[in-house]
């Protein structure tokens, strides 16, 4: 049946973008839920490294009461594929037009590419323009080896990355294009 | 030249196994470094999980004040071998007879048993009368599977893991073992 004034409205909820970090990262947490309860692989982040300074004991048992933040972590999730090891990343960035290079520290890309020497997978999910993309470690490495570049401009990223189009459960099916190149 | 009385004597260092564990540790973290330096393998061990309860800032940056250690951590060591998703964990123990299963964690065991159905590497490093074993993962689910005691008798060990002789840099060359059998 037809509206009145024979006009078929879409209404789009508006997403709040103020946490966009914190969300890509519960969807990407959700979909790894799924993947790991069905069997599709068994992915999971990694704890943020923490060099313990002092430990207390209260009822509930031992309690950290120091602990001081290791700038070296590497990317952030690690897991399994078919039997091939996959470590990668998120980031998402309010820049329309460049993705800037300082979200990423040097010995994270050097993390990546050794995961690609030893024949892992290694990619990050780039959350921008409020389209999610998956780009490979290999087109990473690739561009800031020839380029002098700060940032990686926005026609790379769509040229060269996968769009993770956002569906229903798992939202964020990010594996499905894993299967594409891999 | 032969010694006047006609036998040529051996001196053996005596090792003080006080602090087995530690000791098995630092074995394994020198042989990934040396893994890890010359590009034969990327494996590292990973951080205990904590939950961070609150945060302050000093003149060093943040400093956590209060983190609670999370029971659910899986195994310590995690990383990729010719493409390979690996993961194991290390125990010691003194007892002579028989290594007790109350070392291992029930979701510990269900880790071991999804990383192997989906393709990775994932074993034992164990301590015992000291000799080092390397026990495959599948032959630990395996023995827990088929009997109803507590722990893995001495024999069963011997009989199904691999003794990893130690050498000369690395010490505790483990992935000498990998390349056997996967």
Known sequence: MLYPNNNKKIYIKNINYANRGMKLESL?????HYYNTNNIALIYKKPTPITIGSVNY???????????????????????????????????????????????QKHQLEHIEKVIKHGGISFLIIEMNNIIYLLKGTDLILFICNNKRKSIPYNYIKDNGFEIKLKYNPVLDYIKIIDKFY
């Open 28 to 32: 990407i947490n959700d979909a790894n």
């Open 58 to 104: 209260d009822k509930n048992g031992k309690v950290l009461t120091k602990g001081y933040f290791n700038t070296k972590s590497t990317l952030d999730y690690v897991g399994i594929y078919k039997g091939k090891y996959m470590d990668f990343d998120a980031k998402s960035t309010t820049s329309k037009t460049s993705f800037p290079l300082n979200n990423l």
